[in-house]
Nanobody, 115 residues
Framework: QVQFVESGGGEVQPGASLTLTCAAP????????MAWYRQSSPGKERERVA????????SYEDFVEGRFTISRDSSSRLVYLQMNSLKPEDTAVYYC????????WGQGTQVTVSA
């Protein structure tokens, strides 16, 4: 079973920044596009936030374009999500996975944005 380990979440005020980290030690990292997803409440579907392809090209959903930056360190099998200008609507549990995604998910990391 593929494992993903997310970290770096926290509770911040609107306008603040956070950097999330994802470790994916078990996959052949260089072969996969990697992505960050988020789930704002247990009953909602996870939505994709950003993708980074194996060659390093990023792609962002409109609601984070210009605020978030995805990057990867293939030698360390790590994926990052730099989040700036955070908004209350960014509050969610953030997960990483491949794109297209595997069926297994990590624990995620909680990001809470509130005044």
């Amino acid at each position: 079973q593929v494992q993903f380990v997310e970290s770096g979440g926290g509770e911040v005020q609107p306008g603040a920044s956070l950097t999330l980290t994802c470790a994916a030690p078990e996959i052949n990292f260089g072969l996969y596009a990697m992505a960050w997803y988020r789930q704002s409440s247990p009953g909602k579907e996870r939505e994709r936030v950003a993708i980074i392809y194996s060659g390093g090209t990023p792609s962002y959903e409109d609601f984070v374009e210009g605020r978030f930056t995805i990057s990867r360190d293939s030698s360390s099998r790590l994926v990052y999500l730099q989040m700036n200008s955070l908004k209350p609507e960014d509050t969610a549990v953030y997960y990483c996975n491949t794109f297209p995604k595997f069926d297994s998910w990590g624990q995620g990391t909680q990001v809470t944005v509130s005044a």
